[in-house]
């Protein structure tokens, strides 16, 4: 089982960016699934997530309006289009996923490398 996250890069205040999670040995159907950030000398913070029972989606109140979670249709790579990014949203962004779960939650049994999201001002 692993995560792949991709899409990370350098954007301009105002600007736009989809991460990408793929999964690699299983399919996201029946796991919730999360977004977490970690900027630097920070804790790591939800982003957003994806129940695995009903799809009730959460965002966190700073990136509500800004960014969509979304899947494929085979349910094997997750998206986070971020639209409207500030210098606030710099940080590595990591998903996560854990069988059978809903959310919000902080533990996942499955996570990701991280990608790098930095937004200039």
């Known amino acids: 089982v692993q995560l792949v996250e991709s899409g990370g890069g350098l954007v301009q205040a105002g600007g736009s960016l989809r991460l990408s999670c793929a999964a690699s040995g299983f399919t996201f159907d029946n796991y919730a699934i999360g977004w977490f950030r970690q900027a630097p000398g920070k804790e790591r913070e939800g982003v957003s997530c994806?129940?695995?029972?009903?799809?009730?989606?959460w965002y966190a109140d700073s990136v509500k309006g800004r960014f969509t979670f979304s899947s494929d249709d085979a349910k094997k790579t997750v998206f986070l289009q971020m639209n409207s990014l500030k210098p606030e949203d710099t940080a590595v962004y990591y998903c996560?996923?854990?069988?059978?779960?809903?959310?919000?939650?902080?533990?996942?049994?499955?996570w990701g490398q991280g990608t790098q999201v930095t937004v200039s001002s």
């Open positions: 994806i129940s695995s029972r009903d799809d009730y989606t």
């Open positions: 996560a996923a854990d069988w059978g779960s809903n959310c919000p939650r902080e533990i996942y049994d499955y």
